[in-house]
């Protein structure tokens, strides 16, 4: 199956590729194959190929927000690196194809004088990840500027609505096997000093609060209505603590950071770890905002555990 992959669709075929490569948590065990389709109609083919044959696939945007665990994942990563167009409008249009850089799309827009991702800055991760975890900062959402996206579920690629994604706090509704392949957006008009000014503090501002001891993929739970997650964990007294090269932040008790010689494994147990604590001292049911996908290690024979 991989062979006619690599055959009859155009792009790149990685096989055996270690996915901690393509995670900001830099952990992670291989997938069988990450392939990178050259444009619309080779992912078309690819994914008709991958499910005649029964091979799970998912997307990776930028990695920055996924916990793959040690024992990768069996089947196909795809990747939209080669989905970078962007065209900017004269009325505040954009469209901009899922695989580009958000940070570097807000930097542009901020550039031609265009607001309302400015406070986005510095937010790691591809277009296709922002829309999908409508990533956030200070008062701007993705969502909020999104008027089209294009999807490709089954076969088909179609445009549909901003409101067909019930845009909410870091979650936008999307259908299980759809892949964002681009979207419109629908900016302000801004006074662009204004604008590089804002962009310029919340990039110096994430600077210091990202030195946060090691990779990381952000903020590992979701704020509980009316309550900050990291005021929770660092009350329950879990700042600086961790599992194997796992570790609380002692700068942002909401992230977790890989020392170094973290296993995803570490990193998942200290999730779940943190997460009975909050609740039996809190009462607080904690939810990840990080997604977690593959299959773990698998279990060594006994003779090798001596
Ligand atoms: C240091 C740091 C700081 C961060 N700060 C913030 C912050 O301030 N605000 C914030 O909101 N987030 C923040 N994050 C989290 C993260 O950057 C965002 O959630 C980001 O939008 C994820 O994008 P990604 O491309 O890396 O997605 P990935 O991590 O690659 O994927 C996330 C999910 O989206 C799916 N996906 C990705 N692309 C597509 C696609 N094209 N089609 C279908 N599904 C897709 C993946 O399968 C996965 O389920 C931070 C992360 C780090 C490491």
């Not at 954009?94 to 406070?119: D, F, W, Y």
Request: proline share 4%; net charge negative.
């Amino acid at each position: 199956m991989l062979d006619d992959l690599m055959h009859r669709c155009r792009g790149h075929l990685l096989r055996d590729e270690p996915l901690w490569r393509h995670t900001s948590w830099q952990v992670g065990g291989p997938a069988a194959a990450l392939f990178r389709p050259a444009n619309h109609v080779d992912l078309v083919k690819a994914v008709r190929l991958l499910d005649a044959a029964g091979c799970p696939w998912l997307v990776l945007g930028g990695g920055s927000n996924l916990l793959v665990r040690d024992g990768g994942f069996q089947g196909v990563v795809l990747d939209l690196h080669e989905f970078t167009t962007v065209r900017i409008g004269t009325d505040g249009r954009v469209e901009a194809e899922a695989g580009v850089r958000l940070n570097g799309l807000v930097k542009q827009l901020v550039a031609a004088g265009l607001g309302g991702l400015e406070e986005l800055a510095g937010i790691p991760g591809t277009v296709g990840g922002a829309l999908v975890m409508n990533a956030g900062a200070g008062s701007q959402e993705f969502g909020r500027v999104v008027e089209e996206v294009e999807i490709l579920s089954g076969e088909t690629f179609s445009w549909r609505p901003a409101a067909a994604f019930a845009f909410g706090y870091r979650q936008a509704s999307l259908e299980p096997g759809a892949i964002v392949t681009a979207v419109r957006l629908h900016l302000s008009g801004g006074d662009p000093e204004m604008l590089q000014a804002t962009y310029a503090e919340r990039m110096s501002h994430r600077r210091q609060a990202h030195a946060v001891g090691g990779p990381s993929a952000g903020s590992v739970f979701r704020n509980p209505p009316g309550q900050k997650a990291w005021e929770l964990i660092a009350g329950c007294g879990w700042q600086g603590r961790g599992v194997g090269g796992a570790k609380v932040s002692e700068r942002h008790a909401n992230f977790i950071v890989n020392t170094g010689r973290a296993m995803a494994a570490d990193i998942e147990t200290l999730i779940e770890t943190i997460r009975a604590d909050v609740e039996r001292q809190t009462g607080v049911q904690l939810e990840a905002e990080v997604k977690i996908v593959g299959e773990p290690a698998a279990a060594r024979p006994v003779s090798e555990e001596a």
